[in-house]
Nanobody
Framework: QVQLVESGGGLVQAGGSLRLSCAAS???????MGWFRQAPGTEREFVAG????????YYADSVKGRFTISRDNAKNTVYLQMNSLKPEDTAVYHC???????????????????WGQGTQVTVSS
């Protein structure tokens, strides 16, 4: 089973930027990866996803144009560049990898089988 470890979270003012990283150990070949987030009292929601080849990518409407997902397969790492951060982006961010091989970008939690422990992102107003 793939193990995932996120890093890069922190406290930032509104309008600022952060770059999250997710290091994977195990087989990631031909598996899509994604970022999800969960704020207190809410359900975990899809943020961005990327195929093994690095494209296509897919974003939630709330982050489109501000966040960019990318991956470096040589380093087994996926990134989430977050710009123009808003207080409503405050959440614990988790990366995940799909349970199956494929070239699509799923957005449902049930398509992902391994999850990281999460990294806290706090955006102050």
């Amino acid at each position: 089973q793939v193990q995932l470890v996120e890093s890069g979270g922190g406290l930032v003012q509104a309008g600022g930027s952060l770059r999250l990283s997710c290091a994977a150990s195990g087989l990631t070949y031909r598996k899509s990866m994604g970022w999800f987030r969960q704020a207190p009292g809410t359900e975990r929601e899809f943020v961005a996803g990327i195929t093994y080849r690095g494209g296509p990518t897919y974003y939630a409407d709330s982050v489109k144009g501000r966040f960019t997902i990318s991956r470096d397969n040589a380093k087994n790492t996926v990134y989430l560049q977050m710009n123009s951060l808003k207080p409503e982006d405050t959440a614990v961010y988790h990366c995940a990898i799909t349970t199956y091989f494929g070239d699509s970008v799923p957005t449902s939690l049930r398509d992902f089988g391994s999850w990281g422990q999460g990294t806290q992102v706090t955006v102050s107003s």
